[in-house]
């Protein structure tokens, strides 16, 4: 079954092939559900490249929370990214 991941992200830190990048993200959304981000920090996208992983991290309640997104499970991806605001990715997943 496709799933649709949607967020809203913006860029910090240069890509480094040894190092995960974080991308800041303001609102999480799978299918139906969605995590909106209430302080800097508790909702951030890790892209490891030498791992080829992409892991979303959701600190709720104390709690952190991860989902991990294999590069071989994805099999869409789109990016906007305005100049003046918060960009949006969209990820398709088998």
Known sequence: ????????????????NLKASNFPAVLLRIGEWEYVSKYEG??????????????WEVLDGGLKNKIEIEWEAIIGLKAHCP??????LTIVVN
């Open 42 to 55: 508790d909702l951030v996208a890790k892209c490891y490249f030498a791992k080829h992983k992409l892991v």
């Open 83 to 88: 100049d003046n605001g918060p960009g949006t």
């Open 1 to 16: 079954m496709e799933k649709d991941v949607k967020a809203r992200v913006g860029f910090s830190g240069p890509v480094d």
